[in-house]
């Protein structure tokens, strides 16, 4: 199975500030990695396909790179409402398999 | 509105079978391939299973095959998941979930666009 690892595993931030968050993969999965956000009590919300195609609705201020075993989300001008967990999830080869997740918080 | 409603969870002893079902509105369940993702406390976000739009193909994560089963009826907009001989490490909240594909040339990705609020098992003695 592909192993997807995150860094950091949590972060505090202010808003205005961007912030990054690496991903990844135990092996190759080209560009077949996606990202989601997460609040408490809340479902995930899909962002981010293809490594760095933004899903509708989700604003430009969120942007992702990489290829390969390495990716990065960058969440520019961090708004109150960025404040999440964030997970990244291959969607190379079955099973899929999610990272462990990167907590924002306020600082 | 699109929707997912999962149920079916509960409180049940190691070795003891449950069915989930989600429940799907607001969309056509036969365009879409369906999804169910686990979140436990040891291991976050587990991928389960996933069921191709008629029930013609099938996967399942290592630690589920042959006890779990993934099954959909298009006609009562209603996926299932059966899983039998359950283990305390199969605690945690199940949530179905909707694949959207989105295709540039001859690549096709993958991901899952709309979640349901999940079902809670706890496989206890």
């Known amino acids: 199975d592909i192993q997807m690892t995150q860094s950091p595993s949590s972060l505090s931030a202010s808003v205005g500030d961007t912030v990054t968050i690496t991903c990844r993969a135990s092996q190759n999965i080209d560009t077949f990695l996606n990202w989601y956000q997460q609040k408490p009590g809340e479902v995930p919300k899909f962002l981010m396909y293809g490594a760095s195609s933004l899903q509708g609705g989700v604003p430009a201020r969120f942007s992702g790179s990489g290829s390969g075993t390495e990716f990065t989300l960058t969440v520019n001008n961090l708004h109150p409402e960025d404040f999440a967990v964030y997970f990244c999830?291959?969607?190379?080869?079955?099973?899929?398999?999610f990272g462990p997740g990167t907590v924002v918080d306020l600082k | 509105q699109v929707q997912l409603v999962e149920s079916g969870g509960g409180v049940v002893q190691p070795g003891t079978s449950l069915r989930l079902s989600c429940a799907a509105s607001g969309f056509t369940l036969s365009s879409f391939v369906m999804h169910w993702v686990r979140h436990t406390p040891g291991r976050g976000l587990e991928w389960v299973a996933a069921i191709w739009f008629d029930g013609e193909e099938e996967h399942y994560v290592d630690s589920v095959k042959g006890r779990f089963s993934i099954s959909r009826d298009n006609s009562k907009k209603t996926v299932y998941l059966q899983m039998n001989s359950l283990r305390a490490e199969d605690t945690g909240i199940y949530s179905c979930?909707?694949?959207?594909?989105?295709?540039?040339?001859?690549?096709?990705?993958?991901?899952?666009?709309?979640w349901g609020q999940g079902t809670a098992v706890t496989v206890s003695s």
């Open positions: 999830q291959q969607s190379y080869r079955f099973p899929f398999t």
């Open positions: 979930a909707r694949q959207l594909g989105y295709c540039s040339g001859e690549t096709c990705y993958q991901g899952m666009d709309v």
